[in-house]
């Protein structure tokens, strides 16, 4: 039985354009599970890690707009907690109705999930992962200027507000990840990348305003669990080289020697495919026989299968 660590990206939580109500990510989710369903049919032992870019965002847009002094504003560590048990009901709600009409006798669980990051990370100083709605330039620079945030044009598609995204060093909750999975549950865990959190000289956690990218807590989950396989899931089929320029490239299986070379070149946008391919890249190295794939929610068991995908290997 080989062990996936899937990372959902959010094409399979929330369609683009469409207006982000509970009905319609729960339906989104729904549709995701179907998906996985096929490759928890076929035996794989599999962990769900999912993005949380545009339900944190806007629940820190809920919060200021409620903020009052009877309802203060929560910090940003408390709203990536609320939108891991938001998406995390979602996918487990709609994984156990799939399972319960396939007539698997299995059950989803989700682990609100710490990840441990550096208090001296750079990343704190150069925010780059972006949360929440798309705006236009003007719209962005409107609200840069009345509430200092940062926004960056992300891939083409409009502005988004950007956060420090701190590299994942530890999943506080490992263990008890690793024990539900070795009792046969589907475990829905580091959501959103994990709540941002520092360990002070005490041994205490505290958590800290950022958004850790979710692919490279996948990727860390993965290594951490012993993962054979971790597969991150987007809105293309295979990464490519020259994005969107007439001598587009996809790529099929490369060696993560030929991806550090392609990051190197900027291949890959920072805050969108650029990590996903850092991730794999950390991944398939990290041990003989592991490899990464990177492929859209359709084409995942396809992918698995060897029929698709970018997949990426050590020598």
């Given at each position: 039985m080989k062990r996936v660590v899937i990372a959902?990206?959010?094409?399979?939580?929330?369609?683009?354009?469409?207006?982000?109500?509970?009905?319609?990510?729960?339906?989104?989710c729904e549709e995701t599970a179907e998906q996985l369903l096929d490759i928890i049919k076929a035996g794989y032992e599999i962990m769900v890690?999912?993005?949380?870019?545009?339900?944190?965002g806007n629940l820190v847009l809920q919060q200021h707009a409620a903020n009052t002094a009877k309802t203060p504003a929560m910090p940003l560590d408390t709203c990536d907690a609320m939108s891991q048990g938001m998406i995390g009901y979602w996918l487990q709600r709609s994984i156990d109705k799939s399972l319960v009409k396939a007539g698997i006798r299995k059950e989803a669980a989700t682990v609100i999930s710490q990840v441990v990051v550096d208090p001296d990370d750079p990343a704190f100083d150069h925010p780059t992962k972006p949360i929440g709605p798309f705006y236009t330039e003007s719209e962005a620079r409107k609200i840069m200027r009345e509430k200092n945030h940062v926004f960056?044009?992300?891939?083409?598609?409009?502005?988004?507000?950007?956060?420090?995204?701190?590299?994942?060093?530890?999943?506080?909750?490992?263990e008890v990840i690793r024990?539900?999975?070795?009792?046969?549950?589907?475990?829905?865990?580091?959501?959103?990348?994990?709540?941002?959190?520092?360990?002070?000289e005490d041994g205490t956690l505290e958590g800290v305003e950022a958004v850790i990218d979710k692919d490279l807590a996948a990727e860390k989950l993965a290594e951490q669990l012993d993962a054979d396989i971790l597969l991150i899931l987007t809105a293309v089929e295979k990464v490519s080289i020259h994005f969107r320029q007439p001598n587009q490239t996809d790529l099929g299986t490369v060696t993560t020697e030929q991806m550090k070379q392609y990051i190197q070149e900027g291949h890959f946008a920072p805050g969108s495919m650029l990590p996903k391919v850092q991730a794999a890249v950390k991944f398939a190295e990290s041990k003989t026989g592991r490899t990464a794939i990177i492929t859209s929610l359709e084409k995942a068991y396809a992918a698995l299968l060897g029929e698709g995908g970018t997949r990426i290997?050590?020598?």
């Open positions: 959902l990206g959010g094409n399979a939580l929330q369609k683009e354009n469409e207006l982000a109500t509970a009905e319609s990510q729960q339906k989104v890690v999912h993005g949380n870019g545009p339900q944190v960056k044009e992300d891939a083409g598609r409009g502005w988004r507000r950007v956060v420090p995204s701190p590299i994942p060093i530890d999943i506080v909750e490992k024990d539900l999975v070795h009792d046969g549950y589907i475990v829905i865990g580091v959501g959103g990348g994990g709540i941002p959190v520092i360990r002070r290997f050590a020598r």
